[in-house]
């Protein structure tokens, strides 16, 4: 706390200037206390208002005396200094007003709650690996132990890497071809186009998929500028039913520890959309339901279905 | 552009070419399909003009100059078997000063005018095929707008064709088997009007019983 917060701040001083207070506080209280008794009880009138006055000037000066005091340690005291070392949030705590806004101690157990979660749930999914359900030769059961305590975490994941994960997954079909670029910062944008059916916009964090946007291989899928638009929906409705199966997709795979594997199945499943226009329903046989061609693809079968054949 | 497919719908039995439109119309709107203005495609014939035939007798070529109100601002040129151009209006200008080389064939103009629906990704246009003053037939053009490879999606038309079309449906277009997975366009689609243009200007003037 001393070396980081207080530097400039001299905690000696500081505690004899809060000292002063409380002894220029008592000083000022005697003084009215003194007012308030008024002349005490003697022989003469004028011995008394002597008293008084002599009582009162002894309580001034005393007042007098607490205050230079603390003045002068105050300006011993020093400022604090001026930058934040707790950045944004900290400036949540500069809000006085505890009782309507509570938002930084909210943040604050926010924070702490989170950082526990993380680390029981690091623990949990350790243990768990290790009690595999799976007959086949498991290794991650090995790795939990010799896994740090400290977790190295996938959403920091040097940009090289993830380069080198969507090329490789590039060159995995020949009707696929997936297009990087990073116009915004670290995060990568992948414009996927999948024969001459469709474009897909897949917005990533570090490895993780966080959106995607389909739309039609005629569309435009730049805006203005010359940038991806990674947010103006398709014009036709086939599109948009695909897109909104697209989100469900990337909800559905998901692996942690393993995020490239997850990118691998999403592009695997999304590749059976290159028969979108071709291929009928398993279930009802049709080609059209509501106008609409099969827009759903089973997760584990990649299986064509309508939307509301789907089980 | 989607996938097009541009049929002709015969007229139904005992009835005017008015009332089979009226009642294709009907079907359309039953499936659930909104009117969205209307629509027209209309076609002019021009002769090669016989000063540059060569002197060997050969035969004139026919271009048809065409326009389409989905283009508004574009003019297709083509010829039967040979390639389409896509040009701007001024190309209608152009004509004019071509008189010595194409010339046009006198009450040959014919136009098919209609409404346009919605339907899902469909777009279907049900028209009046009239040269002149009469009415000789009825065209189908629907519009498949999310493909635009031809043989992808030929299934799915016809699907879509048969819902509301009952036994009229046709087959495959042949541009379709011409192009296989290339993108599908515009042009290709005039061919089709022009090849539906000149079926019609070669019927009897309104058939009376089921003649397709």
Same mark, same amino acid.
């Given at each position: ?48 208002? %002597? ?21 002068? $340690? ?11 070392? @707790?950045?944004?949030?900290? @400036? ?10 509570? @938002? ?11 950082? %526990? $979660? ?9 243990? /768990?690996?290790?009690?595999? /359900? ?14 740090? %305590? ?26 696929? &071809? ?8 670290? &995060?990568?944008? /992948?414009?996927?186009?999948?024969? %001459? ?9 570090? @490895? ?83 106008? $609409? ?19 | ?45 021009? +002769? ?59 009450? !040959? ?41 031809? !043989?992808?999606?030929? !299934? ?11 036994? +009229? ?44």
């Amino acid at each position: 706390m001393a070396d980081v917060l207080s530097v400039g701040v001299n905690l000696e001083a500081f505690s004899q200037a809060i000292n002063a207070i409380q002894a220029l506080r008592s000083s000022v209280s005697r003084v009215f206390d003194c007012l308030k008794d008024g002349m005490r009880n003697k022989e003469t009138l004028e011995g008394r208002e %002597k008293a008084f006055i002599a009582h009162f000037q002894d309580n001034l000066h005393s007042v007098n005396r607490d205050l230079n005091e603390l003045e002068r $340690l105050s300006n011993l005291v020093g400022k604090p200094s001026e930058n934040h070392p @707790l950045h944004n949030s900290g @400036l949540l705590s500069l809000d006085p007003v505890q009782d309507k806004t509570p @938002l930084y101690s909210q943040l604050l157990q926010a924070y702490k709650w989170s950082n %526990k $979660l993380q680390y029981h749930a690091g623990l949990a999914s350790g243990l /768990l690996n290790q009690q595999s /359900l799976k007959r086949s030769a498991n290794q991650m059961g090995v790795s939990a132990k010799r896994r740090p %305590k400290a977790q190295p975490t996938t959403l920091v994941l040097p940009p090289q890497y993830v380069d080198d994960v969507i090329s490789r997954i590039d060159r995995m079909f020949p009707e696929m &071809s997936i297009h990087l670029s990073r116009p915004n910062g670290t &995060s990568a944008m /992948l414009l996927v186009t999948l024969g %001459k059916v469709l474009k897909v916009i897949v917005v990533m964090r570090s @490895l993780f998929i966080d959106r995607t946007i389909v739309k039609g291989y005629n569309e435009n899928v730049y805006t203005e500028d010359g940038k991806l638009d990674i947010w103006s929906k398709s014009n036709y409705q086939v599109f948009q039913k695909v897109t909104d199966h697209a989100t469900t997709a990337l909800l559905h795979y998901q692996l942690p520890q393993m995020p490239d594997v997850v990118v691998r199945s999403f592009m695997t499943w999304l590749r059976s959309y290159i028969k979108l226009f071709q291929a009928p329903c398993q279930r009802c046989g049709k080609f059209l339901q509501d106008g $609409l061609p099969p827009t759903w693809r089973d997760f584990r079968t990649l299986e064509a279905f309508h939307d509301t054949c789907r089980q | 552009m989607g996938v097009t497919c541009v049929s002709q719908m015969p007229v139904a039995e005992g009835r005017s070419v008015q009332q089979t439109v009226e009642l294709l119309t009907r079907k359309l709107e039953m499936l659930g399909a909104e009117k969205q203005g209307t629509f027209c495609v209309d076609c002019e014939t021009y +002769h090669t003009a016989a000063s540059t035939l060569g002197g060997q007798g050969q035969a004139g070529k026919l271009m048809y100059v065409m326009h389409n109100s989905e283009y508004p601002l574009s003019c297709f040129a083509l010829f039967e078997n040979g390639p389409c151009l896509v040009a701007d209006t001024n190309f209608d200008v152009l004509m004019v000063k071509l008189k010595g080389f194409f010339q046009s064939a006198k009450a !040959s103009k014919i136009e098919t005018r209609g409404t346009r629906y919605q339907y899902c990704d469909f777009l279907v246009k049900v028209g009046t095929v009239t040269m002149g003053p009469s009415a000789r037939g009825i065209s189908v053009e629907v519009e498949y707008g999310p493909c635009v490879v031809a !043989s992808d999606c030929w !299934s799915l038309l016809l699907e879509f064709l048969q819902s509301f079309l009952g036994s +009229h449906t046709p087959g495959a277009p042949t541009v379709f088997g011409n192009r296989h997975d290339a993108v599908y366009g515009p042009a290709d689609t005039m061919i089709q009007y022009m090849e539906l243009f000149n079926k019609i200007r070669k019927q009897q003037q309104v058939p009376v019983a089921g003649i397709r």
